[in-house]
């Protein structure tokens, strides 16, 4: 069945990047793309960007352009997320969801999501 | 950035009676293929969230039929029929239509 894997809880001092992973399982990865989703601590859902499984094409919500990279990896079915500059405010469960090679039919399947803190 | 509303914010039910939540956006959310990519999706406490409904009415599979979506163009509503204990959680919708995808404040349920 499908799945989406997660990296670990990470900490982080101010300033300093954290990439996160997101294996996928049980379906053709380049058939599909990936959403990154956050999640500061008692708040709502904040989308911040798309990339495909097939070619790489990405969007990134203007908020995190300059700082945010998405990238995939077709051979081990993984997408991974590395967000640079970080401040307290980056403090959140970040999450990986499959969307469609197309973009817009979001978050059938998610993954269990990765804690990031920032803190010094 | 398309903006998306949801109200109430709040919505304290009685068990099995039924819930409505309402999402408006400030532009339709037709896409240029004819798809209208309007999601509602359930967040339960420490959980990874979880689709219900996608392009506006269409039940994911494992989503129980008490549950169903409905709307069109800026104007969309979430329908609980009997509310259920499990049902307790908070409700986003999310518009897939326009970059960049964007989520509403959400809509915390919980039980009288």
């Known amino acids: 069945q499908v799945q989406m894997v997660q990296s670990g809880t990470e900490v982080k001092k101010p300033g300093a990047s954290v990439k996160v992973s997101c294996k996928a399982f049980g379906y053709t990865f380049s058939d599909y793309a990936i959403s990154w989703v956050r999640q500061a601590p008692g708040q709502g859902l904040e989308w911040m960007g798309w990339?495909?499984?097939?070619?790489?094409?990405?969007y990134y919500a203007q908020k995190f352009q300059g700082r945010i990279t998405m990238a995939t990896d077709t051979s081990t079915s993984t997408a991974h997320m590395e967000l640079r500059s970080l401040t307290s405010d980056d403090t959140a469960v970040y999450y990986c969801a499959r969307d469609t090679i197309s973009g817009g039919t979001t978050g059938r399947y998610w993954g269990q999501g990765t804690l990031v803190t920032v803190s010094s | 950035d398309v903006v998306v509303t949801q109200s109430p914010l709040s919505l304290p039910v009685t068990l099995g009676q039924p819930a409505s939540i309402s999402c408006r956006s400030n532009e339709s959310l037709v896409h240029n293929d004819g798809n209208t990519y309007l999601h509602w999706f359930q967040q339960r406490p420490g959980q990874s969230p979880r689709r219900l409904i996608y392009n506006v009415f269409n039940r994911d599979s494992g989503v129980p039929d008490r549950f169903s979506g409905s709307g069109s163009g800026t104007d969309f509503t979430l329908k609980i029929s009997r509310v259920e204990t499990e049902d307790v959680g908070v409700y986003y919708c999310m518009q897939g239509t326009h970059w960049p995808f964007t989520f509403g404040p959400g809509t915390k349920v919980d039980i009288k």
């Open positions: 990339i495909s499984g097939f070619k790489g094409d990405r």
